[in-house]
């Protein structure tokens, strides 16, 4: 069957270190990979998108990898800041039919403590 | 610069009323998409609109509930007769496209709670 899985377990680290979530997808073969941020009562805001044919993206703290032979993505926020704390989603953009369709998984929790 | 509009923010239905979720997409953003997410469950896909038509309606459940987006207006999520499983948040995404590299945009949810 299809499915997304991402760290079930909340994630809780110290201000300062790396926080690396991680995101596993099986029968799938998706284009692209898209992460997001969910903060408690608020919709998703998107943080970065990686296509099928890129190894890492970065963006300031954040950096992105995806490797389609393992079927895994890896999420890292470096220097991490109180402020982080959010649940972060992982979403595969699929083909599905004549369109294209995102498949979301469940989200990691992350608490960065000060 | 408004991101995009939910409303109401919560809604509180009895069994067997209806009830009409609106969401109003970014300016310039022609497609929409209905999310419903519960805490175990996560995101699930609903319906994607475009203005006037359906596009893909294959998460939606085929009794009860219903969409539209009008060629003026806000997106409306209808659903009918509702049952105490009908509780959730239910989100709205917006994107100016479906073009692979575009984000979706995100309201901030209506949360339904049936009593």
């Known amino acids: 069957s299809q499915k997304i899985e991402q760290n079930s377990e909340a994630l809780n680290i110290q201000e300062g270190k790396t926080a690396t979530l991680t995101c596993n997808y099986t029968n799938y073969s998706p284009a692209y990979l898209q992460w997001y941020r969910q903060d408690p009562g608020r919709g998703p805001v998107f943080l970065l998108l990686?296509?099928?044919n890129e190894k890492e993206k970065r963006k300031e703290r954040l950096k992105v990898t995806f490797d389609t032979t393992l079927k895994q993505s890896l999420f890292h926020i470096t220097a991490s800041q109180p402020a982080d704390s959010a649940t972060y989603l992982c979403a595969l953009l699929i083909n599905a039919g004549n369109n294209r369709k995102l498949i979301w998984g469940l989200g990691t929790s992350l608490a960065v403590n000060p | 610069n408004a991101g995009v509009m939910q409303n109401p923010r919560h809604l509180v239905r009895r069994r067997g009323q209806e009830a009409r979720l609106r969401c109003s997409p970014m300016k310039g953003h022609s497609h929409v998409y209905w999310y419903r997410q519960l805490p175990e469950e996560g995101l699930k896909f609903m319906v994607y609109l475009q203005k006037e038509n359906i596009i893909d309606e294959s998460g939606m459940p085929k009794e009860r509930f219903s969409a539209e987006f009008p060629k003026e207006g806000p997106s409306i999520l209808r659903i009918q007769q509702v049952v105490r499983g009908d509780s959730a948040a239910y989100f709205c995404a917006s994107s100016p496209g479906q073009g692979t590299n575009q984000p979706q945009h995100f309201g901030d949810g209506t949360r339904l709670s049936i009593l």
């Open positions: 990686i296509r099928e």
